[in-house]
């Protein structure tokens, strides 16, 4: 059995106990409504921005397989940088970096651009409430990944969210 890059990052990030009686090592847990087929998604650039090398190649590793156009930026400075040279629909940010923090990257890109989604995700038990008032959501790094996924599906592709939402709706009757 071949799998692809994107079957893989959804078993390794969606599997969970099985509920289908499979015993092979393959389960089939259900994946996110937001990651089916009916979410076709356009190809969105998101930009994540982290001081961890290590969560920004975890990131370009699952929003590739997903479908997503992924830049990277290790502090708020480089950020920018990218911001300003390419186009951008959505940004991660971490809150805790060197330098420029992340409520002080997210003003900027802000003043620069004040329609795109600006999620936090950080790792800091404790923000500020002013931090909050700048970004669209907070979602905390240590969330499963499907969370922070679902989010940004939520923010970037509300026509498909509502579409989804509809059809639930009309199952439920």
Do not use: W
């Amino acid at each position: 059995m071949t799998l692809s890059l994107s079957d893989l990052v959804r078993s390794l990030f969606f599997n969970g106990p099985r509920s289908n009686g499979n015993d092979n090592g393959l389960a089939h847990e259900r994946v996110p409504e937001a990651l089916s087929k009916k979410s076709s998604r356009i190809a969105k650039t998101v930009l994540f921005v982290d001081d961890e090398p290590a969560i920004l190649s975890m990131r370009r590793l699952v929003f590739e397989a997903l479908g997503y156009s992924v830049l990277t930026a290790i502090s708020g400075t480089e950020a920018l940088e990218t911001f300003g040279l390419h186009q951008v629909d959505a940004v991660v940010l971490d809150y805790l970096m060197p330098g420029m923090d992340g409520e002080e990257t997210a003003r900027r890109i802000h003043k620069l651009r004040s329609d795109i989604p600006i999620i936090l995700s950080s790792g800091c038990l404790t923000v500020p409430e002013r931090v909050l008032e700048v970004v669209t959501v907070a979602v905390e790094k240590a969330a499963r990944p499907e969370a922070l996924i679902e989010i940004l599906e939520q923010h970037l592709h509300p026509l498909v969210q509502s579409t989804l939402n509809g059809d639930r709706e009309a199952c439920a009757y």
